[in-house]
């Protein structure tokens, strides 16, 4: 590789439910992310990119295989991730790295290939495979729990009570710290661990490592001195209807959405009722925690990137920063993540490539999506990135070029089926198949198309960047609905299942292109 005289390192980190907007070197006006910010001008920083789907399992396979949830369809945390698909990790493995993994991947093995009664088949938290676990942690975070232990800290209540307030008469809703301090959160844990390995790494022998943190994802604790680094008064208007009523009445999703998946225990351990109960005061708290988190999980990339640069590293290490989805945190009265708004969807991206450093510390704002980090390492790293792939290689913006044809808006889905019990199936009266949503979004535009027969949504992003008024049924809009209801059939028509339609039996055999099986 070009300034490097051998193989780059890799190092791929997903930081769980961070904003894309969320962070110093994207003009935040309150978060500080000085260790990410250093990334930036080091390499390359993308403005505008966007998950493929939500929530953790999906939002991974689209990042993992370079498909869209169209195609790998991983619809929801469960559903197993085919087996003949080709992914980021099985495909280092072939030109030569050993993938390591530190956290999770999240992804449902194929049960096809299994016996009906392998453990594996009772989580959704299976390792996407090439990947060799050094420190698995899913979350139950045993690991990380034992290792609090040993260290003299009751971790006895598990998970999610160990993330309560150490504080038993703590307020619903407070920075109260946990029983752990910022040198023993499992980010903490997860950098020793994989600082740990570097260590052991052989010098002159490529490495490729993928740490996967859970922060800054809920539940919402931070300890000190990131519980009170910012000021709940601080930070940007909520994009919102004037009520949660409102907001509810906006569309029949909205109305499921936030009465049966917006309960305060999944994002604070023990708070009963919905997230729709707290006030505007207690929303401000819980987003001064979350920008705590972020605060917190940038600390411990700092050290993770002096690891590199004292094992003498640095220079010859691809580093990906990204994550697998985005957090509502307050927007349109919700938390979490799923539906359709750019708050679940927009996340950071950073990538520093040794050899590509003409365009360091430059910002692209092109529309860049998860499936284009599967092609982009792979020809960095010299391997093939397959035709079928739906992600396009990030590598001339890497080199400072204009791509020659590049994508003019973000496309992502989002599928709200509910297999196991069947709820979301009998709210709708629908069966599973239709209860999905796909999304186009230009720079001032907005279309979001269901299925089952749920009315359609289209935002003037340039007058309402919030998403608060749908425009779709607005006879002024009716053209540019149209427009975009057929772009994004295009959309799919073009990326449909590619993996054996680019190849053609003739007479002389396979011609074309054509996916082997792993």
Known sequence: MAGTGRRQNILLITCDQWRGDSLSAVGHPVVKTPNSDALAREGVLFSRHYAGAAPC??????????????????????????????NIARAARRVGYDPTLFGYTDVSPDPRNRAPGDPFLRTYEGVLP?????????????????????????????????????????????????????????????????????????KGEPWFAHVSFLSPHPPFIVPA??????DPAEGPAYARAPSLEAEKASHPFLAYHLERHQGKSSFIPGAPGKVGDWSEEE???????????????DSQLGRIWQGIKDKGDWDGTIV?????????????????????FDGSYHIPLIVKAPGHERAAGSTVDSFTAAVDIMPTL?????????????????????????????????????????????TTEAYFGTGSRQLNLSVIRTE???????????????????????????????????????????????????HLDQSLALSELAENGPTGHFLRLP
């Open 225 to 230: 001195p990131f519980n009170t680094m910012y």
């Open 320 to 340: 990906i920063l990204t994550s697998d989805h985005a957090e509502m945190m307050g927007d349109h009265h919700m938390l979490g993540k799923g539906g359709w």
């Open 378 to 422: 792979l020809e960095l790293i010299g391997g093939a990135a397959e035709p079928h792939l739906d992600g396009q290689s990030l590598k001339p913006f890497l080199d400072g070029e204009e791509p020659a044809v590049w994508r003019d808006a973000a496309h992502w889905e989002y599928d709200f089926r509910s297999v196991a019990d069947g």
């Open 57 to 86: 399992s999906p939002a991974r396979a689209c990042l993992y295989t370079g498909l869209y949830q169209m195609n790998n369809r991983v619809c929801r945390n469960g559903t197993p991730l085919d087996d003949r698909h080709d």
């Open 444 to 494: 001032t535009v907005k279309y979001v198309h269901f299925g089952g027969g749920l009315p359609p949504l289209l935002y003037d992003l340039t007058n309402d960047p919030g998403e608060t008024r749908n425009l779709a049924n607005d006879p002024a809009w009716l053209a540019v609905r149209l427009e975009f209801a057929e772009r994004l059939l295009a959309w799919r028509a073009r």
């Open 130 to 202: 090439g990947f060799t676990t050094r420190q698995l942690l899913p979350e139950h975070q045993k690991g990380w729990l034992s290792w609090l232990a040993a260290r003299g800290i009751d971790s006895s209540a598990g998970f999610p009570d160990i993330h309560r307030p150490a504080n038993a008469d703590a307020q619903e809703v407070s920075n109260a710290v946990p029983v752990y301090s910022k040198d023993e959160t499992p980010a903490a844990f997860l950098t020793g661990e994989f600082l740990r390995w570097l260590g052991e790494q052989d």
């Open 283 to 297: 929303f401000r708290k819980i987003r001064a925690l979350y920008y705590g988190m972020i605060s917190e999980v």
